[in-house]
């Protein structure tokens, strides 16, 4: 689809770059600059590159859909998730779809990869595209991408996790308050030498906050936070696999893992299987979600309860009201539940103090 020449948030507001301003900076024409956009293998990389860069400091972002954004509405609403691979967001965003739908939107789905630079170029080709708002996993991003949303009037929505506080509302929950409550329920069975299977906890806040939430709750019960023995690793079965066995391999293993959430904890749990390890007899194993995979594995999973579907419709209500022209909500904290099943006990009578 052929570039109109004037960045779309020209329909959002006055002085919004143009095509013009763009070929400018870059020291191009505007029809080098549209080609550079519109069929960029036609523009030659280093071309390309000056007008990407005279893009990005320009906040410009180019009306794909100049006729549909004529009247301000296209009634499409994006959600940039981390990643597709797992049933993680599934349930989230399946409710926050239908909730859209009822409300006459339609949603635009996109990927991030765990990719802090993929969700910037994602969040502005839906910008591009006419999503009227958006939907966020965690707040862990540039805050230019904040201001960037805030100068062009597109509202948008944090999910997975809540703050009170935060630079955009939230409708989730306290990931480090439920870790700890988590651990807690661990350490109260007599645990004291506790593991954790986490994501890279870098650029991800919630990961980030759930590690926090292990070492709260071990120095409430009065053990050294700095003993929690942490794997960082992508999420995935085989990842939470190998994860577990570097752990159980240790001098002294421990006799409880914490994992990030339940795909880690089925590859932990899977990791014990082969290594002929017995949980919980002799290491207990818990996740975080309670995907329907927590009650597939075997032992059955020990895990936090998110209440997925909760938390998508109360993100479309409040995205849809401030598309509408409702003020900014507070956020909204929901709670997730401890469940508790096979996968967790006390440790073995034999177990070394920790």
């Not at 009822?102 to 910037?120: H, I, K, N």
């Not at 949303?149 to 597109?154: E, K, N, P, T, W």
């Amino acid at each position: 689809m052929e570039e109109d020449g004037k960045g779309q948030a020209a329909d959002r507001g006055e002085g919004a770059p143009t095509l013009e301003d763009v070929a400018r900076r870059a020291g191009v024409s505007t029809a080098t600059v549209s080609r550079a956009l519109n069929t960029p293998e036609r523009v030659a990389p280093p071309t390309r590159e000056k007008v990407d860069a005279a893009v990005r400091a320009l906040g410009y972002v180019p009306n794909f859909g100049a006729r549909a954004m004529a009247a301000r509405r296209t009634n499409t609403i994006g959600a940039i998730i981390p990643t597709m691979e797992n049933a993680i967001f599934a349930r989230g965003i399946q409710a926050f779809q239908e909730a859209l739908q009822a409300e006459g939107y339609t949603l635009l789905v996109a990927s991030s990869l765990y990719d802090p630079a993929v969700e910037e170029a994602e969040v502005r080709a839906l910008v591009a595209r006419g999503a009227e708002g958006l939907l966020l996993i965690g707040h862990d991003r540039d805050p230019a991408i904040t201001r960037f949303l805030a100068a062009r009037g597109i509202p948008a929505v944090v999910t997975w996790t809540w703050q009170a506080d935060g630079p955009v509302p939230s409708v989730g929950f306290d990931n480090r308050a439920t870790m700890q409550e988590m651990a807690g329920q661990v350490i109260a069975m007599g645990h004291r030498r506790l593991a954790a299977i986490s994501a890279p906890t870098a650029a991800n806040d919630r990961a980030r906050a759930r590690v926090e939430g292990i070492r709260a709750a071990m120095a409430a019960a009065g053990l050294d936070p700095a003993a929690l023995d942490v794997v960082e690793t992508p999420y995935g079965i085989d990842t939470g696999a190998a994860a577990f066995a570097r752990l159980m391999s240790r001098q002294h293993p421990p006799t409880a893992v914490i994992c990030g959430n339940d795909v880690l904890a089925a590859g932990a749990l899977r990791a014990a299987h082969e290594m002929g390890i017995d949980v919980p007899g002799r290491v207990s194993v818990t996740g975080f979600d309670d995907i329907d995979l927590a009650e597939v594995v075997r032992p059955a999973l020990t895990t936090v309860h998110v209440p997925h579907r909760k938390m998508g419709r109360a993100a479309a209500a409040a995205l849809v009201a401030m598309i509408r022209g409702g003020p900014t909500p507070a956020s909204t904290r929901l709670v997730a539940e401890i469940r508790l099943r096979a996968s967790l006990a006390p440790p073995p009578a034999d177990a070394p103090p920790g």
